[in-house]
C-alpha cells in the first residue's frame, strides 16, 4: 500500500471518528455542523490532491486554508505551525540566539539596519549600511528578508560565518561570529531631559519590562528625576501579566488594573494591583501614539482612569482584546482572543468591531457617536469603543513627500553610509547639525538620482481626468484642470530647498544613528519632538497640570 494510501486511510478513519462523535445529535445542532464541514472540508482537500493539474503540497495548502479561516476572526487569532514557535516565543520572551543585528532590505540588497549595542554583530564590528552577501556559505542574493534571519539566527555559543561588503573597502569581507542568546530590550533608552525631567522608552511588553521600569526609573531618581516623560509611542504591546505590573508601579496596592470577560465565563477575572507601588506622587506624562497598542493601552488607561498622570500624543490603536495560547497536534499551537479587556473606568477601549462584518467581509470602527461616555476618579469624561484619547491631544509631525521619497529610494540612508566612512567621529547625538555645506554636498550626490514623485494632490486630479472623460465633462474642464495642475506640480529640484530643514532633520538623524546607534538616534529626537516639547512645556507650568487632571481646564 503506497503512502498516500495510508495517509488517506487515516484522513478516513479521522472522519468516521468524528462523526461518530457527534451521531447523537440531529440536523439542527452545531456539532452536526461541524462534523458535517470537517467531513467536505476533509473530502475536497482528497479530490484536489487526487486530480489537481499540479502537485499540491499539504502543509503549504492547509495553512492557506487555516489562516483565511481565522483571518474571518480577527487578526489576532493565528495559526502557528511547528517550524514558526521560535520566532513566536522570541515575540513573547524577547529572547532568541543569533548575530544582535536589525538586518532589512535596501534596493534588493540585505542590509544591516541597527546592530544591537554589545551583541556579537557589533563587537564584531558590523555597521550599519553594511551588505549581507552570504550567510555560512549560502548566497544570499534572492533570500528574503526572514529566510536571512533564520540563517544568523541559531543555539548560543555556536559560530556563524557573514560574508559583508562595506562602503570604501575594495575587498570583501568575512566575518566570524558566536551566536549569543539576544536579550531585545523593553526600554532601550533612559535618561535626564532636563535637571528634573527623566525619561524612559518602553518598547516592549515582554518577560522583564517591569523589572526594566523599576530599574530605570530608580537610577533616574537617583540622577534628580523629579518628574517623569514615560514613552509609550508605536508600543503594540505584549504581555498581560507585565501591562499590570508596570500599572501597579504607579498606582496604590489593592487597584483594579484590568479585568477580562469573554465566551468562558471561568476564565473571566478581575486583576488587582498586588504590591506596594514604586511612587505614586511624580508627576508623570504618558505619551502614546496611533500604534501604542493592547498592554500598551491598558497601562496608558489605568493612568488615565485614575487621574495619576496626562496623557500626551494621539489617540491610540484600540486592541481591546486578550489572546491565549492553545496547544494543537504535532507541537502547533493556536493563538486565539479569549476576551475583551475593560479598564478601571469600566470602558473597554476596542475600537473595531470584528463580530460583526459587512457583505463583502470588511468590518467598521466604532464611530465616535456610539462611543459612551465614562468617567475617570476625578469625573473626568472618557470614552470607550476608540482606543485612549490623550489628555492634550496633538498632530503627529508628517514629512513632506519629498522626504518621504528620499527616504524610500534609500538615498538619505546611503548618504549618511558614505558620511560614516569619510568622518571618524561627530558631536554628541544632542548636539549634531550639519551645515549648509555638507547639505549642499548632499544636493550634489542627489543629481542624477532617481527620486521623482507624485503628489497626493496630483494622484487625485489624474483620477479627476479619468472620470471627467468617462463621464464626458472632460472637454468642457480640460482648460481649468490643466491650469490647476501647473499650479501645483511639484519640482523637485525645488522641494529639496523648500523642504530643507525637515530633509536635515532626516539625514542628520540617520548619521548619528552611525555612531551612536539606537540610544544616540532617540536622543537626537528630543530637539525636534513636538510631544516631548509639549511634556517639559507642561512640566514647567504645574497649575495646567494639575487642573487638567482634576478636570477643570
Known amino acids: 500500500m503506497t503512502n498516500k494510501k495510508t495517509r488517506w486511510i487515516t484522513i478516513g478513519s479521522i472522519i468516521v471518528s468524528i462523526s461518530a462523535l457527534f451521531s447523537f445529535t440531529n440536523a ?16 475536497l482537500f482528497k479530490e484536489v ?18 489562516d483565511a479561516m481565522l483571518e474571518s476572526l480577527d487578526p489576532y487569532t493565528n495559526y502557528i505551525p ?14 532568541y540566539g543569533g548575530i544582535g543585528a536589525v538586518i532589512g532590505k535596501k534596493n534588493t540588497k540585505t542590509i544591516i539596519l541597527m546592530p544591537y549595542e554589545n551583541f556579537p554583530a557589533h563587537k564584531a564590528g558590523l555597521k550599519i549600511g553594511d551588505e549581507l552577501l552570504e550567510v555560512d556559505g549560502v548566497d544570499l542574493k534572492d533570500k528574503n528578508t526572514n529566510e536571512v534571519s533564520k540563517l544568523l539566527k541559531g543555539a548560543a555559543n555556536t559560530e556563524v560565518n557573514v560574508t559583508i561588503k562595506r562602503f ?46 523599576k530599574n530605570a ?12 516623560v514615560f514613552d509609550l509611542r508605536d508600543n503594540p504591546g505584549g504581555l498581560l501579566n507585565e501591562a499590570i505590573a508596570i500599572s501597579n508601579i504607579f498606582i496604590q496596592k489593592d487597584k483594579e488594573i484590568v479585568s477580562t470577560k469573554g465566551k468562558v465565563s471561568e476564565w473571566n477575572k478581575v486583576y488587582m494591583s498586588l504590591d506596594a507601588p514604586f511612587d505614586t506622587e511624580m508627576p508623570l506624562v504618558v505619551l502614546t501614539s496611533s500604534r501604542s497598542a493592547s498592554a500598551s493601552e491598558i497601562v496608558a488607561g489605568v493612568i488615565q482612569d485614575y487621574d495619576r498622570g496626562v496623557l ?21 499551537q493556536l493563538k486565539i482572543t479569549t476576551a475583551k479587556y475593560y479598564i478601571p473606568s469600566g470602558r473597554c477601549i476596542q475600537a473595531i468591531d470584528y463580530s460583526h462584518r459587512k457583505e463583502d467581509g470588511t468590518v467598521s470602527k466604532f464611530a465616535d457617536s456610539l462611543r459612551k461616555e465614562f468617567k475617570t476618579g476625578n469625573q473626568r469624561k472618557v470614552y470607550d469603543g476608540g482606543g485612549i484619547t490623550p489628555d492634550v491631544e496633538l498632530e503627529r509631525m508628517m514629512f513632506a513627500p519629498i522626504t518621504n521619497s ?29 551645515s549648509d555645506d555638507e547639505y549642499n554636498k548632499f544636493l550634489e550626490y542627489l543629481k542624477g538620482k532617481d527620486y521623482d514623485y507624485a503628489t497626493k494632490v496630483e494622484g487625485n486630479i489624474d483620477d479627476l481626468i479619468k472620470n471627467a472623460k468617462k463621464e464626458k465633462f472632460y472637454d468642457g474642464v480640460k482648460d481649468k484642470i490643466d491650469a490647476l495642475k501647473k499650479e501645483i506640480q511639484h519640482d ?5 530647498i523648500k523642504f530643507k530643514d525637515e530633509i536635515k532633520q532626516v539625514l542628520e538623524s540617520d548619521i548619528v544613528s552611525r555612531y551612536y546607534l539606537h540610544k544616540g538616534n532617540i536622543e537626537y529626537s528630543f530637539n525636534h519632538d513636538v510631544d516631548v516639547k509639549e511634556a517639559l512645556r507642561l512640566f514647567s507650568n504645574m497649575e495646567e497640570y494639575n487642573k487638567i487632571l482634576k478636570g477643570t481646564k
Open 49 to 66: 490532491n487526487s486530480f489537481y493539474v499540479d502537485e499540491v503540497e499539504p502543509n503549504k495548502f492547509i495553512k492557506t486554508g487555516i
Open 28 to 43: 439542527n445542532d452545531k456539532y452536526f455542523e461541524i462534523a458535517k464541514n470537517l467531513d467536505i472540508f476533509a473530502t
Open 312 to 332: 500626551i500624543g494621539q489617540r491610540t490603536f484600540g486592541k481591546g482584546l486578550v489572546q491565549a495560547t492553545r496547544p494543537l497536534s504535532y507541537n502547533s
Open 217 to 228: 526609573l530608580q537610577k533616574l531618581k537617583d540622577q534628580g528625576a523629579k518628574k517623569l
Open 82 to 95: 511547528e517550524d514558526e514557535i521560535e520566532d513566536y516565543r522570541t515575540i513573547t520572551t524577547g529572547q
Open 406 to 434: 528620499l527616504g524610500e529610494k534609500s538615498l538619505i540612508f546611503d548618504y549618511a553610509t558614505i558620511y560614516a566612512s569619510e568622518h571618524k567621529s561627530i558631536a554628541p547625538a544632542k548636539e549634531f547639525k550639519i
Open 168 to 213: 570604501g573597502v575594495k575587498d570583501k569581507m568575512v566575518v566570524q561570529l558566536k551566536r549569543e542568546k539576544i536579550k531585545v530590550e523593553n526600554v532601550p533608552y533612559y535618561g535626564m531631559l532636563n535637571n528634573e525631567v527623566g525619561y524612559i522608552h518602553l518598547t516592549d511588553f515582554t518577560a522583564s519590562a517591569s523589572k526594566d521600569i
Open 492 to 496: 523637485k529640484d525645488k522641494d529639496v
